[in-house]
Each structure stands twice: as structure tokens, then as C-alpha cells.
Nanobody, 123 residues
Framework: HVQLVESGGRSVRAGGTLTLSCVLS????????MAWFRQVPGKEREAVAT???????RYVDAVKGRFTASRDNSKLTLYLQMDSLKPEDTAMYYC??????????????????WGRGTQVTVS
């Protein structure tokens, strides 16, 4: 059983910076595809960034150049640094993972493990 716990969400002014963290515990390993998703009430969950087991990172177009995802396998932690935040970045942000030796798609249905989320509000 895998547990994911996000932290770092809060209210911030437009143009500001915020860093989210996600700690992985339980039946862990380094063969995990991990990602950040976000969701606004009434809309589908949207992939923000995926990080595959080799460290290759892919971003959704809306955050390219502003968000930086990273993972520290020694600490079993995934990060999301968010710069130049915009009001449209307001959402609940979820950390997700799934055991994968290869693909790491930006698809909510692919991921088996989800954290409870951390709220980011940009005004």
C-alpha cells in the first residue's frame, strides 16, 4: 500500500512563487511514475507535470516555463516549484504515482495512488 501526502498549498498573490512537496511512503520503490495533477470544481483533473522513473519530466503547455517538477528518490519526495503564478492556477493540487517501468502518461486513469490534495489559491 502506497501513501502520498502533499503539503505547501496556500493563498498567494499573482506573480508569486510557491513550492509543493509530496512524500511517498508505504510499499515504495524507485520504479514509480509520479505526477502532479490539479482540479478546479466542476472540471476534470488536469495533469500538470509527469516525472518518470528515469527523471524525464513533461509539462502541460499552460505551465511550461513557470513550473518546475523534480523528485528526490533518496527522500521519496516529489516537488513542484510554481513561479509567476496566475489566478488560473488556482486549484486543488494532487500528487499521484503508479508503478511503471516505462510509460508515464498525463492521464488520470493511469495512476493508482492519489494523495488527498493541497489547495493553491492565487489572487
Amino acid at each position: 500500500h502506497v501513501q502520498l501526502v502533499e503539503s505547501g498549498g496556500r493563498s498567494v498573490r499573482a506573480g508569486g512563487t510557491l513550492t509543493l512537496s509530496c512524500v511517498l511512503s508505504g510499499n515504495t520503490g524507485t520504479t514509480y511514475c509520479m505526477a502532479w495533477f490539479r482540479q478546479v470544481p466542476g472540471k476534470e483533473r488536469e495533469a500538470v507535470a509527469t516525472v518518470d522513473r528515469t527523471g524525464v519530466i513533461r509539462y502541460v503547455d499552460a505551465v511550461k516555463g513557470r513550473f518546475t517538477a523534480s523528485r528526490d528518490n533518496s527522500k521519496l519526495t516529489l516537488y513542484l516549484q510554481m513561479d509567476s503564478l496566475k489566478p488560473e492556477d488556482t486549484a486543488m493540487y494532487y500528487c499521484v504515482s503508479s508503478l511503471s517501468l516505462g510509460q508515464c502518461p498525463p492521464s488520470a486513469g493511469f495512476f493508482r495512488n492519489w494523495g488527498r490534495g493541497t489547495q493553491v489559491t492565487v489572487s
